[in-house]
């Protein structure tokens, strides 16, 4: 079993910036993609970054402004996030994938952290 803790999150002003970290244990890193997810009030979860070996995704709204990566000799993943707006507040997940490529789709991610809260003032 793999367990995802997330931390980073927080509040913070209209162009501001954040970095959100994802610690992996229970399984080798490398053999997991890893993506970002994010839920606000009253919307469904969805995709923001994914990441698999190097290769990197993005949904269209956060392109330029966030970054994805990983570092497998900490089994962690990063969302560094800059440029935020109100519309990115959410519950920001991180989850793990067996697949081992990109992925967007929320129903192919096997692992799931517990979330943390991203609020941008205006």
């Known amino acids: 079993q793999v367990q995802l803790v997330e931390s980073g999150g927080g509040l913070v002003q209209a162009g501001g910036s954040l970095r959100l970290s994802c610690a992996a244990s229970?399984?080798?890193?490398?053999?997991?993609?890893m993506g970002w997810f994010r839920q606000a009030p009253g919307k469904e979860r969805e995709f923001v970054a994914s990441w698999s070996g190097g290769s990197t995704y993005y949904t269209e709204s956060v392109k330029g402004r966030f970054t994805i990566s990983g570092d497998n000799a900490k089994n962690t993943v990063y969302l560094q996030m800059n440029s935020l707006k109100p519309e990115d507040t959410a519950v920001y997940y991180c989850?793990?994938?067996?697949?081992?490529?990109?992925?967007?789709?929320?129903?192919?991610?096997?692992?799931w952290g517990q979330g943390t809260q991203v609020t941008v003032s205006a």
């Open positions: 989850a793990g994938s067996r697949l081992r490529v990109v992925v967007v789709i929320a129903d192919l991610y096997h692992y």
């Open positions: 229970g399984r080798t890193f490398s053999d997991l993609s």
